[in-house]
């Protein structure tokens, strides 16, 4: 018997990166999780990988109406739940004067209304005691060049894990916020060129006061904890980044 054993679990944005590492710990501990994500192939890797107690939904995080067709999926699947994990999202690098609109649009979109109305429709179906985390970033409260965006989009969410969390505690669920530093998922090969990406990652590790990345499996103790045993804590940040935001 895992320590999770017998939870349900939503995971948005589950696979791959942090919401797979974070799905992969529960599912190890005894969970049954839904993880979702736009890419078929993706997702079914990652439900070979996760084994007979994850379901892999393909669902898109800037679709109201994609979002109330999982929340009624996530119902028929699995009644209530223990945990909502709200982590689909995108990067986008820009310097400020030359940030499309479609840009713009899309960080704005997916990253902060698809986590709001993703918990505004799984709601209902969350059990007393149940918590709630988003994906936040260090960059809401760094000032960085090429992510103005991005950064408003993680911010708006910095404010929505406040508000939600207040509007919540009536049905004793808990909302609170994991913000990711630099941590080594992959993303930067896929959004940059090699050398640019393999650059990039070494001058983040130069800069950080810990001098080195995170890894995946850090963020996914940290999500866990706030969504299972962070029992008193509503409303919170915690900043998962090798001290680079608060040092």
């Known amino acids: 018997m895992g320590k999770y054993a017998g939870k349900k679990v939503v995971i948005t944005g589950g696979s791959s990166g942090f919401g797979l590492t974070t799905a992969q710990l529960l599912v190890d501990e005894g969970a049954r999780v839904l993880i979702t994500g736009r890419d078929k192939e993706r997702l079914d890797a990652a439900a070979a990988q996760l084994g007979d107690r994850a379901i892999a939904v393909r669902s898109d995080a800037a679709s109201v109406s994609a979002i109330d067709a999982l929340a009624d999926q996530v119902e028929s699947e699995f009644g209530t739940v223990d945990a909502l994990f709200a982590n689909a999202g995108v990067t986008g690098f820009a310097p400020f004067e030359a940030t499309s609109e479609q840009l713009f649009d899309q960080l704005l979109t997916i990253n902060a209304k698809g986590p709001y109305f993703t918990v505004q429709k799984l709601a209902p179906l969350l059990a007393a005691g149940s918590g709630v985390v988003l994906t936040t970033s260090v960059v809401n409260v760094l000032g960085l060049p090429m992510l103005s965006a991005y950064a408003a989009s993680k911010a708006a969410l910095r404010s929505m894990t406040r508000s939600l969390a207040r509007e919540l505690l009536p049905k004793r ?3 609170n916020a994991v913000s990711p530093g630099p941590i080594d998922t992959g993303i930067l090969e896929k959004t940059l060129p090699p ?13 950080n006061p810990m001098v080195r990345l995170g890894v995946p499996a850090e963020i996914a103790a940290a ?8 029992t008193y804590t509503t ?13």
């Open 235 to 247: 409303g919170a940040e915690l900043a998962v980044d090798g001290g680079g935001s608060q040092l």
């Open 195 to 207: 050398e640019a990406a393999e650059q990039t990652k070494t001058e983040m590790a130069a800069e």
């Open 173 to 175: 669920i808990r909302v």
């Open 223 to 230: 999500v866990v904890f706030l969504a299972f045993d962070a």
